[in-house]
């Protein structure tokens, strides 16, 4: 009997010592750093600073790199895949801003039309390096997949309609596991099964 009373005031003071801890918990303030969300996820002013000086030091009008910059997600890399095409390639400046405002990864576009204008011999075909670079997800895995596949046979213009194309499902894939000399039906098959039929008894 003795121990079923101890145990029941223990259970009672535990008890007592877990909601005072916890009135304690949400009373009491946060410190700053664990009320505010990391600073990766958000950009600083010197990114919004370094954005717009880049874009006007690449010609950019100070009106549309201000307008650019602070609709950018992420201001500083905006402007570094705008003066990295524009410093390297014959795309303007303006044309690239039109680009890189049009991708989730601004950079990766950039390196990707750098590394395919690199190899590219004639100036005509460089916005359509730039709206290629633009339309692919992955545009570092495009440009290693354009790049690797120019050369004696391909143009740069026919490699780049190959690995666009390459991102969507395969429609011909073999093997299919389809006898060779039976058909795909064009539609399924439907497996009626009679009414009065009933499954066998266990």
Do not use: H, K
Not at 25 to 31: E, I, Q, S
Not at 97 to 108: F, G, I, K, Y
Not at 136 to 157: A, K
Not at 163 to 184: N, Y
């Amino acid at each position: 009997m003795r121990n079923s009373d101890f145990r029941s005031r223990l259970w009672r003071v535990s008890a007592v010592q877990f909601i005072v801890a916890g009135v304690v918990a949400t009373v009491l303030p946060l410190p700053a750093s664990a009320t505010t969300f990391s600073s990766t996820y958000r950009a600083s002013e010197r990114d919004y600073s370094s954005c717009l000086s880049g874009l006007t030091g690449a010609g950019i009008p100070t009106n549309d790199a201000a307008d650019a910059c602070a609709g950018a997600l992420y201001p500083a890399d905006l402007s570094t895949c705008v003066t990295r095409i524009e410093g390297n390639t014959a795309i303007l400046a303006t044309d690239a801003l039109n680009s890189c405002r049009q991708t989730r990864r601004p950079v990766d576009l950039a390196s990707c039309v750098v590394n395919i204008s690199d190899r590219a011999s004639e100036d005509p075909i460089a916005l359509n390096v730039a709206d290629f670079c633009r339309r692919s997800l992955l545009p570092l895995r495009f440009s290693n997949c354009v790049v690797g596949l120019q050369g004696d046979t391909l143009t740069i213009t026919e490699a780049m309609q190959d690995c666009i194309t390459a991102g969507r499902r395969p429609r011909e894939v073999l093997p299919s596991f389809v006898p060779i000399d039976q058909g795909i039906p064009s539609t399924p098959t439907r497996i009626i099964i009679p009414e009065d039929e009933t499954l066998p008894a266990q």
